[in-house]
């Protein structure tokens, strides 16, 4: 598409989700920006503020977001920015403003980051994962996975994790760069989960040609 269309930011945004999910992040960046410079009004790019939240770049991120500020969608990303920030009273004000609906994970993290409300935290998570657990798509998935990871439920936070990798979200750098995931990292079974994605990425590169394999070289 983008070799027909290179004019097209729907283009560069369809490649740019694919790079994302397969865990090329740099990549996917670099094709999020191009579709931003070439339709600054295209708030369908706000999904590329995933690639910067993961990789550790806030104030681009923001630029995605504010695409389509006011929306829930924008509501319910947020508190990402700022938990990442380790900015935890803007996460607060955040979060309270969020929509309950089941798998954005309102709940959570009110009791995760309220101290007067922690003791029901296990089975607010529990409930979160199987809700979580239903959901197709594997990148809502990772991203509720990283909560669960945040808030100190690592059973939760790899089952979740795992099951996104699984159905091919190769978040192979993400899984190593996220400050969401400090806690999760000190355990064995993140070595497992790590590998598990950068097979993930592997099988991908393979299927796209010796460009693809170049390019996993020189990041190794």
């Known amino acids: 598409m983008v070799k027909r269309r290179p004019e097209s930011a729907s283009a560069h945004l369809a490649l ?13 960046a670099s094709e999020c920006n191009t579709a931003l410079a070439l339709d600054p009004s295209d ?28 929306s829930e969608w924008a509501s319910r990303t947020m508190p990402f920015i700022f938990l990442t920030q380790g ?20 709940d959570l993290l009110q009791a995760c980051l309220d101290p007067e ?11 979160f994962e199987a809700t979580v657990m239903a959901e197709r798509d594997p990148e809502r998935r990772y991203a509720n996975g990283t909560l669960l990871a945040y808030c100190g439920e690592k059973e939760s936070a790899l089952r979740v994790l795992k ?3 699984e159905e091919n ?18 355990i064995p079974e993140f070595s497992s989960l790590l590998s598990a994605a ?3 990425q592997q099988n991908f590169l393979a299927k796209r040609g010796q460009s693809g394999k ?5 990041n190794q």
């Not at 409300?117 to 409930?127: D, F, M, T």
């Not at 170049?214 to 020189?218: A, Q, S």
């Open 43 to 70: 708030n369908s790019l706000r999904s590329c503020a995933w690639a910067f939240i993961y990789l550790g770049q806030p104030h681009k991120a923001m630029e995605f977001i504010q695409l389509d500020r006011g």
């Open 163 to 165: 099951s996104a990798v």
């Open 117 to 127: 409300r922690r003791s029901p935290l296990p089975a607010i998570s529990q409930k």
């Open 198 to 200: 950068k097979k993930c």
């Open 16 to 28: 740019a989700y694919v790079l994302r999910y397969v865990g090329l992040l740099e990549e996917s």
């Open 214 to 218: 170049v390019h996993l070289e020189k």
């Open 169 to 186: 979200y190769c978040a192979y750098s993400a899984l190593q760069s996220s400050p969401m995931l400090a806690k999760l990292r000190s």
């Open 87 to 106: 900015k935890l009273p803007e996460a607060r004000d955040r979060v309270d403003k969020m929509a309950s609906g089941p798998t954005f994970g309102r």
